[in-house]
């Protein structure tokens, strides 16, 4: 069964860079039917796509994010990560990694939540 | 980015059906699109319950039952999510979610209640 978990720092300043990670355990990244997603969803609101990675390095970002936003791989680790530069307290939010196959999201970790404040 | 307009809530008993809808904006064509419906309770993440484009073209989540369906309403542009057979643990919050052009949008969430 695959599993997926994140982690990283709980709380980040506003300005700095918000950086985790997800390890994939119970199967290899290295698959070509899917990609690596990481989402995120504010306290008490909607869920929101940041953006995908597949096991190659190639990405593509939400447009809304797309400047703040680098998501890499690594496959020896079986790992990807998120790194959200300039953050704000609009970026504090529960980050949700998760395989991302076309859409069909299946297996997610429990989620982190990151609090952005001084 | 295209607001897919779910209502905030929706309730109905045990036994009932429910039918939660998905709004797209009027510039994106819901007889094009792929509508996607995943299922949050609370403390957990989503969890993906099926695709619906048409009656030929459609996927069940792992262990969905049969009683979540999706349909497609094209003269209110709308996708829907229906659920037969009410239980309370349907209770939830159910999302839809398309890919409009270049990004994943999700819409805002209808959290339901089972009476």
């Known amino acids: 069964q695959l599993q997926l978990q994140e982690s990283g720092p709980g709380l980040v300043k506003p300005s700095e860079s918000l950086s985790l990670t997800c390890t994939v355990s119970?199967?290899?990244?290295?698959?070509?039917?899917?990609?690596w997603a990481w989402i995120r969803q504010s306290p008490g609101k909607g869920l929101e796509w940041i953006g995908s990675i597949f096991y190659s390095g190639g990405t593509y970002y939400n447009p809304s994010l797309k400047s703040r936003v680098t998501i890499s791989v690594h496959t020896s680790k079986n790992q990807f990560s998120l790194r959200l530069t300039s953050v704000t307290a609009a970026d504090t939010a529960v980050y949700y990694c998760?395989?991302?196959?076309?859409?069909?999201?299946?297996?997610w970790g429990q989620g982190t939540l990151v609090t952005v404040s001084s | 980015q295209p607001v897919l307009t779910q209502p905030p809530s929706s309730s109905a008993s045990p036994g009932e059906s429910a039918r939660l809808t998905c709004t797209l904006p009027s510039d994106i064509n819901v007889g094009s699109s792929n509508i996607y419906w995943y299922q949050q309770r609370p403390g957990s993440p989503p969890r993906f319950l099926l695709y619906?484009?048409?009656?030929?073209?459609?996927?069940?989540g792992s262990g969905v039952p049969s009683r979540f369906s999706g349909s497609k309403d094209a003269s209110a542009n709308t996708g829907i999510l229906l659920i037969s057979g009410l239980q309370s643990e349907d209770e939830a919050d159910y999302y839809c979610m398309i890919w409009p052009s270049n990004a994943w949008v999700f819409g805002g969430g209808t959290k339901l209640t089972v009476l």
């Open positions: 119970g199967g290899s990244m290295s698959n070509s039917d899917h990609f």
């Open positions: 619906y484009y048409s009656d030929s073209n459609k996927g069940q």
């Open positions: 998760a395989r991302d196959t076309s859409g069909y999201y299946e297996y």
